[in-house]
């Protein structure tokens, strides 16, 4: 039989009670004797009641509420496993942030898919994942989740994280449906305080916002989740523009749109509906498949339809979009197939090596004073300081999926590992939060003749990720403290002090950044942060890690993003009447794309052709690379253009194509980087995209620091 004609055949014989099952997506809890449904029992799966459920972890649970779906329930329709998987499952790869740094879909997709790979063999068939909200204010904690300030960055990474998880086909067993998450504008909270209502002009959703969302349909994403929040007056949860005109006629997406979590209920609260009748009435017209958590499509719809406020067919053309997901899954053929093989054991060694090659290279060196990094082969004795230098359950950062707290490599072992003949020694000073300053005598104690200290600080993995808005973007407890004592003690004694920082977002700490010798931005960066960690340290491999935010000096700078539009006073430094802060600089401590390497680069010779382009034609830029270092390292370079002069005004620099190479000493290579002409197009006064003749600037560098950008210039002719 046919999908259509078994879909069409089951919805003729499905009661309401069974439709909105389908349209149910309940949590799993743990009770003494093992996991539960919260606040309802496994009778909801022999009636067909819950037909979605998330965080249940292990094939054999998911096996067991699969069986009673799929044996006793009437119609026999296959339960739909979710969980939030963002980067990875059991083998945890770097946060998001970090691993958008890396500037290489392949790898983005790499990780995706040995993730798809260890969820699904333990019988998982959907993500909430990937999270592409475009993040320019560091004070929000699930900036950490996503690709960072540049909707560029957000769009590459769409398309290659939905590719790694659904993998060819989303049949298979070893994939799972991904979920383009929030969709639109959650970053963009007011004052970066979480859940808060914002305000967004519809040129900037339609310029920073939504390209992400648009990469991740064209790749074929399974779902979409709505973000929570009020956007101008309408929760997204109820915004019908967006859900049904934007994401589904514009930009033709046909799958599953799944609330977030008890986001339906939450539209009373936001004050546009009364009663939960009314809210799940709201929702369903807004175009919201599966309402998770809530309940409000079970208890609320079946009034809603006797008031007329919803009709049939709206029910069964979302009913009809979830059990497409199921069979498209393959569930209906095999609703065991996902669990039933447990990985090979080499799956999870490869998946460790992937984890290690992806997290040193997530690594941003900051800063590296007096070539204090490399640390070299064989330093006789370090001291590794700090709450975050053993502390393996914070190395898995927000979102840890089915990691438990112990296996992540901490920095105090990767070191230890990586230099058997140094005696490595460790205190940890202070704790990550509280104010206890009792253990900072024995960490001063370790610098003394030590050839190097490294000092791990930063926030705890709780303080991003969701619910984790941040005032204060500074070190938590009393790190300060125990930083500016070591940092005194090490330098009286002529010994050098490597900062690395661990965070979800940047955090605004310039005098540490200022008095330490070198700083490595180390986000979170999985189950082997530590061996990836002392890879860096140690020179086995060079940094190469780039910042996908701006990161600020003050937090009075945020929001902060390189991607600006100009002022018409533009910042003079004679000039008080320009756009300036009268106590601050324009500028960031670290621009997009900042990021050290042991090699030294220079680039020359940028060459722009076509000199004029049409919208169907090819530019590429190219660019001599040299490493004039002494050490072999990875080079990324960015373009960006700017339209000086258009109907509307046009950002200072637009991402629009990323490149790597990889240099021995004294290498030199040409770098291409091609951007298709219509990339070129932006929304027109009337907000619909155009491609304007004129002259465009091509600029070309390591990062969005303008004065060190190569520049060309080119043509765009309509004709
Ligand atoms: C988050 C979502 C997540 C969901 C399910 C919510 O609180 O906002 O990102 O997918 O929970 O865990």
């Keep these: 039989m046919g999908a259509e004609v078994k879909i069409d055949a089951l919805l003729e014989n499905m009661t309401l009670a069974e439709k909105l099952g389908q349209l149910t997506m309940t949590a799993a809890g743990h009770a003494v004797t093992g996991p539960v449904i919260a606040g309802d029992s496994v009778e909801a799966l022999r009636t067909g009641t819950v037909g979605n459920v998330l965080n249940l972890i292990g094939a054999d649970h998911v096996h067991s509420w699969q069986r009673l779906a799929v044996e006793e329930s009437r119609l026999r329709i ?24 890396l500037f290489d879909p392949a790898m983005w997709m790499a990780t995706a898919r040995a993730t798809a790979a260890e969820a699904a063999a333990d019988g998982i068939a959907l993500t909430f994942a990937p999270m592409l909200d475009v993040a320019r204010d560091p004070r929000w904690g699930r900036a950490a989740e996503g690709p960072g300030e540049d909707p560029w960055v957000g769009r590459c990474m769409a398309a290659a994280k939905v590719r790694g998880f659904q993998g060819g086909s989303l049949a298979r067993t070893d994939t799972l449906a991904a979920t383009a998450k929030h969709f639109v504008g959650y970053a963009a909270v007011t004052a970066g305080r979480e859940y808060a209502a914002l305000e967004l002009s519809e040129r900037t959703l339609r310029e920073v916002h939504l390209p992400p969302f648009a990469a991740a349909v064209e790749a074929g994403v399974a779902a979409v989740m709505p973000a929570f929040t009020d956007l101008a007056g309408l929760p997204l949860t109820a915004h019908r523009p967006l859900l049904r005109e934007t994401l589904r006629q514009r930009l033709g997406f046909d799958g599953v749109i799944v609330s977030d979590y008890n986001a339906v209920a939450e539209l009373l609260e936001h004050g546009i509906a009364a009663d939960e009748v009314e809210a799940a009435a709201l929702a369903l017209k807004a175009g919201i498949d599966i309402d ?25 053309e979302s009913v009809r979009r979830v059990l497409r ?27 460790r090596h992937l984890a290690r090659e992806v997290a040193a290279r997530s690594i941003v060196m900051l800063t590296n004073t007096r070539d204090t990094l490399p640390l070299g082969p064989s330093p006789k004795r370090l001291a590794v300081l700090g709450p975050l230098a053993d502390a393996s359950a914070e190395m898995r950062g927000p979102w840890w999926a089915a990691a438990p707290p112990e296996g992540h490599v901490t920095v105090f072992e990767g070191l230890r590992a990586a230099l058997p003949a140094t005696e ?18 024995q960490a001063l104690a370790l610098c003394d003749g030590a050839d190097a200290v490294v000092l791990c600080l930063g926030e705890a993995a709780v303080m991003c990720g969701e619910a984790a808005s941040r005032a204060h973007l500074d070190l938590p407890g009393a790190q300060r403290s125990l930083a500016e004592a070591v940092l005194e003690r090490a330098h009286a004694r002529g010994v050098r002090v490597i900062v690395v920082l661990f965070s979800g977002r940047p955090l605004v700490v310039p005098g540490l950044i200022a008095r330490a010798d070198a700083v490595l931005a180390a986000w979170f960066l999985g189950s082997e942060a530590g061996n990836a960690l002392a890879d860096v340290l140690t020179g086995r491999i060079s940094p190469s890690g780039r910042t996908t935010m701006t990161w600020p000096r003050a937090m009075g700078q945020i929001p902060i993003f390189y991607a600006e539009r100009p002022s018409g006073r533009p910042f003079a430094s004679d000039n008080r009447y320009t756009t300036r802060y009268i106590d601050e600089a324009n500028e960031p401590l670290f621009p997009f794309g900042h990021g050290l390497t042991y090699g030294t680069f220079a680039l020359s010779g940028l060459r722009v052709a076509p000199s004029v382009a049409r919208e169907g034609d090819i530019i590429e830029a190219h660019v001599e690379v040299r490493n004039e270092g002494r050490r072999r390292a990875r080079e990324t370079v960015f373009l960006f253009v700017r339209d000086k002069v258009a109907s509307v005004t046009r950002p200072l620099l637009e991402l629009r194509a990323f490149g790597s190479v990889t240099l021995d000493p004294g290498e030199q290579a040409t770098l291409t980087l091609a951007v298709p002409a219509h990339e070129l197009r932006f929304p027109g006064p009337k907000l619909e995209p155009i491609f304007e003749p004129g002259e465009i600037e091509v600029l070309v560098g390591p990062g969005a620091d303008r004065k060190r950008l190569l520049a060309a210039t080119l043509r765009l002719d309509a004709g």
């Excluded at 079970?298 to 809603?304: E, F, T």
């Excluded at 393959?330 to 999870?348: C, I, N, T, Y």
């Excluded at 490595?424 to 005598?441: F, K, L």
């Design 292 to 316: 998770m958590m809530a309940g409000a499509y079970r208890r609320g719809l079946p009034i809603a339809l006797q008031r007329g406020l919803v009709t049939m067919a709206e029910v069964d």
């Design 78 to 101: 296959p339960v739909l496993f979710a969980l939030d998987i963002l980067h990875g499952y059991r083998t945890l790869f770097p946060i998001p942030l970090a691993e958008a740094g």
């Design 325 to 351: 997901l199921k069979e498209r899954l393959g569930l209906f053929d095999d609703p065991f197939r996902r669990g039933s093989q447990s990985l090979p054991a080499s799956a999870s060694v490869e998946s």
């Design 424 to 441: 490595v020694r460790h205190a940890p000073g202070v704790p990550i939060e509280d104010a206890d300053t009792s253990g900072i005598a």
